[in-house]
């Protein structure tokens, strides 16, 4: 079911959380599908409801670093980041910390790293807090699917499964957080809401890229972030049969636009959606306009490429 995001539902939601159910939350970045990180049957119901495969580990959320340092060895690359970026759209995976807080091994899908998050929204902070247990969230849709940035689609996409859905209107962002992994030399795992240039600006580095092949974030599986229609990438019109998703002006007789200005931020925020809704008038196809590479279309490009491998 699907709850205003009132005190008395966080409450309620983080007690359902304890208790070994799902509970949906929004986050700056798209909804996530929460349980309790250190409850084991609780974690295996998110793989059972995205349909995922087992070999994906989970990003843990926290309210603040100081309950990142209780489960990961905060370096000091780590600690610059947070400093930077936490709360905000920035995923880390970093060393475990060994004999720390119980979270269950399934979360990190027997990994010695953990992945660590977190969120700036409001709702999630309250949510976080209130349950005070580590929150292992995926992004609450069915695996391979495209990310779930309002309360409706959690429930299109999930439905039963989730024990409550706290609505929080429709994800700012829209696209979801940047992964960088500092257990080894600093490495993009997945560009995301925060643009890998303000990372390596503050880093004072590049960014190493994650060599394609090995999975350790299945952000990186060829096929994901799909809709069932197939996509056609960089198009300037639509063919018969197929619907255009349009970028600034290369709108023309688009069926929906993802910035008429031509603003990446806005089209971050509209991608999933539209793309949703297109996909729910079962075209032939969907046909994109090209979206430029720099800041937040590294990101925009990379689900785009993703949901236009074949499957
Ligand atoms: O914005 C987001 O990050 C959203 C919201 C809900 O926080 N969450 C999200 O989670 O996108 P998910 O599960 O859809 O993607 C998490 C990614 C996966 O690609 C996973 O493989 C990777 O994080 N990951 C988790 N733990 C990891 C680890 N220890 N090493 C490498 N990658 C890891
Ligand atoms: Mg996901």
Same mark, same amino acid.
């Given at each position: 079911m699907i709850v205003p995001a009132d005190t008395q539902n966080i409450e309620a939601a983080a007690h359902a959380l304890l208790e070994g159910k799902l509970v949906a939350f929004p986050t700056e970045t798209v909804y996530g599908l929460g349980?309790?990180?250190?409850n084991g049957l609780a974690v295996v119901r998110v793989f059972e409801a995205k349909g995922r495969p087992r070999f994906n580990p989970l990003i843990v959320h926290v309210p603040d670093a100081a309950a990142a340092s209780e489960l990961a060895d905060m370096t000091p690359l780590a600690v610059l980041l947070a400093e930077r970026f936490w709360p905000g759209p920035l995923t880390m995976v970093l060393p475990r910390r060994t004999g720390s807080l119980t979270v269950s091994e399934l979360v990190m899908a027997g990994l010695d790293t953990i992945a660590i998050r977190v969120p700036s929204h409001e709702i999630a902070q309250s949510f976080l807090r209130a349950a005070a247990v580590p929150v292992a969230a995926p992004s609450a849709n069915v695996s391979g699917h495209v990310s779930a940035t309002h309360a409706s689609h959690v429930f299109e996409d999930l439905g039963a499964s989730v024990d409550r859905i706290i609505d929080g209107g429709a994800a700012r962002i829209g696209l979801e957080s940047t992964i960088v992994s %500092? $257990?080894?030399?600093?490495?993009?795992l997945r560009a995301g809401a925060i643009p890998r240039e303000d990372i390596e600006a503050a880093l004072g580095q590049r960014l190493a890229v994650h060599a394609s092949?090995?999975?350790?974030?299945?952000?990186? %599986? $060829?096929?994901?972030?799909?809709?069932r229609s197939p996509l056609r990438l960089n198009a300037t019109h639509a063919h018969a049969g197929e619907l255009f998703l349009g970028f600034g002006s290369i709108g023309?007789?688009?069926?929906?636009?993802?910035?008429e200005g031509a603003d990446l931020r806005e089209a971050a925020a509209n991608l999933f959606a539209h793309l949703r809704r297109l996909d729910a008038r079962r075209p032939n196809g969907i046909a994109v306009a090209p979206i430029p590479a720099n800041g937040l279309g590294e990101a925009i490009n990379d689900r785009l490429r993703r949901a236009a491998a074949p499957r």
């Open positions: 349980a309790n990180a250190t %500092l $257990a080894d030399v600093p490495t993009l092949g090995a999975i350790t974030a299945p952000g990186q %599986l $060829a096929s994901h972030y799909a809709p023309n007789g688009a069926a929906l636009n993802l910035s």
